[in-house]
């Protein structure tokens, strides 16, 4: 089943306890990104790779890094977590350059006390 | 920069009844792609429907439409005959499909609750 995994679902931890999130997809795509979901505001994109070892910013960069070391995996990585990143995470894939949908994952509820 | 503007917080509707969710979008890309994401309360993100910019034809996928109007930069999607498990936030997303590495642009969501 083509699909992209995210790991955990639901996170609770405490300021400046570094933290990953890890995201897998099986369907070989080029493009990855990282969307954060706040109320009020949609959904607006953190970093974004367009093919292994290519990493980008997107909007609301601060706080977080990536890496892309392999194809099909794209963690997301806190360093120095801060209540104001506590939110809703959203891993997604799609074929680079293209009109197809970005396949989203799960989503992974992130609080920072 | 791209810009996804929803002006309907929320909306109610009655069951059966046909919804429009107004969408409308700022960009200066020739080539891009309108998509419209159902988010229910259970939080996955559904992908219903897309519209490519060089499409001559509204896209429709089942009960789904997308009323593409390019000169007034709308992308209104049409939900009939409505039903209680189309209550969900609903995401107006556009995307670069011309070679940029932008991701997608979302609106902040319009919030459909259909009533029995």
Request: aromatic share 12%.
């Amino acid at each position: 089943e083509a699909q992209v995994t995210q790991n955990p679902r639901y996170l609770i931890t405490v300021t400046g306890k570094k933290l990953t999130v890890t995201c897998s997809q099986n369907m070989n795509h080029e493009y990855m990104s990282w969307y954060r979901q706040d109320p009020g505001l949609g959904l607006r994109q953190i970093y974004y790779s367009m093919n292994v070892e290519v990493t980008d910013k997107g909007d609301v960069p601060e706080g977080y890094k990536v890496s892309r070391k392999e194809k099909r995996n794209f963690p997301l990585i806190l360093e120095s977590p801060s209540p104001n990143q506590t939110s809703l995470y959203f891993c997604a894939s799609s074929l680079r350059d293209s009109g197809d949908e970005q396949f989203f994952g799960p989503g992974t509820r992130l609080t920072v006390l | 920069a791209q810009k996804i503007t929803q002006t309907q917080p929320g909306m109610f509707v009655q069951e059966k009844e046909a919804v429009t969710l107004d969408c409308t979008y700022d960009t200066s890309d020739q080539s891009y792609g309108l998509f419209w994401y159902k988010q229910p309360s259970s939080g996955e993100m559904i992908f219903l429907i897309y519209q490519g910019s060089y499409d001559e034809q509204n896209a429709t996928e089942g009960r789904y439409s997308l009323n593409f109007q390019k000169a007034r930069k709308s992308a209104n999607l049409v939900i009939s005959a409505s039903q209680l498990g189309d209550s969900a936030m609903y995401f107006c997303a556009m995307r670069d499909t011309g070679g940029g590495a932008d991701g997608l642009t979302f609106g902040k969501g319009t919030h459909l609750i259909i009533q029995p």
